[in-house]
């Protein structure tokens, strides 16, 4: 069974540039997350999606962030403009409705200079 | 609110002796429980799971978690360590019992193994 997969791995940007990422969840997983992983800490929501509706954004920074789930299956989750304090791991995970049991992909490590 | 606290940041211990990683919880309902495992460069990978079966709940790679409503406590053991334990854990609460499939994770406890 193919994992999560996120793309790109790694990523440095200057600050007050955009940025996006792009997950692609284990196939028939309806939930979808975001979370923010920042050096030293836990993973952090930031959306959680069921289908292509938004279950919980409420930790998104939505003057910068936005992330979207068309047609219920891949997510982009975009940053602009990015700050310095937006430097952390993004990482993709997925489930089956009404599941909790969440299966991550590797993430993407954002380097804001 | 619903939240996990790690007791401990960072654990060092020998190889070939009991690992303890502490966790408590807050939830209002029954929430369901996990152990995550990070290592470096690697993407987060399920321990174990208590999802209101059997309090005791065994794992992969020979790690067990006890659910005690009673001290709102779920702490991870594991009776032997060895290096390739080495990594980072974090504990993860689901309040409603997983209803609304939303993970609360700990803020992580980094597991060193001595030889």
């Known amino acids: 069974e193919a994992g999560v997969a996120q793309s790109p791995r790694y990523k440095i940007i200057e600050k007050r540039q955009s940025v996006a990422f792009w997950c692609n969840p284990i196939?028939?997983?309806?939930?979808l997350y975001w979370y923010q992983q920042i050096l030293g800490q836990g993973p952090k929501l930031l959306i959680q999606?069921?289908?292509?509706?938004?279950?919980?954004d409420s930790q998104l920074p939505k003057d910068r962030f936005s992330a979207e789930r068309l047609k219920g299956v891949d997510s982009t989750l975009k940053i602009q403009p990015a700050k310095l304090e937006d430097s952390a791991v993004y990482l993709c995970a997925s489930s089956e409705l009404r599941n909790t049991e969440a299966f991550f992909g590797q993430g993407t490590r954002l380097t804001v200079v | 609110a619903q939240s996990v606290t790690q007791l401990d940041s960072h654990v060092s211990v020998s190889e070939g002796t009991p690992v303890l990683l502490r966790c408590n919880y807050s939830?209002?309902?029954?929430?369901?429980l996990f152990w995550y495992v990070q290592h470096p460069n690697k993407g987060l990978q399920l321990l174990l799971k208590y999802t209101s079966a059997a309090t005791l709940v065994k794992g992969i790679n020979g790690f067990e978690a006890e659910f005690k409503k009673s001290e709102t406590s779920f702490h991870l053991t594991k009776p032997s360590a060895h290096m390739s334990d080495a990594a980072e854990y974090f504990c993860v609460v689901s309040p409603y019992g997983g209803a609304t499939n939303k993970l609360i994770f700990g803020t992580g406890t980094l597991l060193a193994v001595q030889p």
């Open positions: 196939s028939g997983h309806a939930t």
């Open positions: 939830s209002s309902y029954s929430p369901s």
């Open positions: 999606f069921q289908n292509n509706g938004v279950v919980d």
